[in-house]
């Protein structure tokens, strides 16, 4: 009885928030006309470039790692087989 109580006032105060003119959608101001974009005020921009390059080397260490941690396993198992193959050949 009191949990559903205290999850109902919980519910009501969260609504409540979410609905306050903090998080209300405000459209921006309508045009009243068309604006060509160059007589747009200029907006803030960063070169794609330095993403582009960044993005590409991050990928390239992530791919190299990848294969790297493979070689490691893989060279691992060859050395295992190695030493069963020993034990084996023993008996």
Known sequence: MIRRALVAISIVALSAALTS?????????AQSEFVPA???PPTESIPAAPLLVT?????????I????TIWRRLNKVETEMRALA??????
């Open 55 to 63: 993005a590409y080397a991050f990928i390239w260490v992530a791919m």
């Open 65 to 68: 790692f990848y294969l790297w």
């Open 86 to 91: 020993q034990k084996t050949s023993r008996r």
């Open 38 to 40: 160059k007589d747009l």
């Open 21 to 29: 003119p903090l998080f209300a959608f405000q459209p921006p101001p």
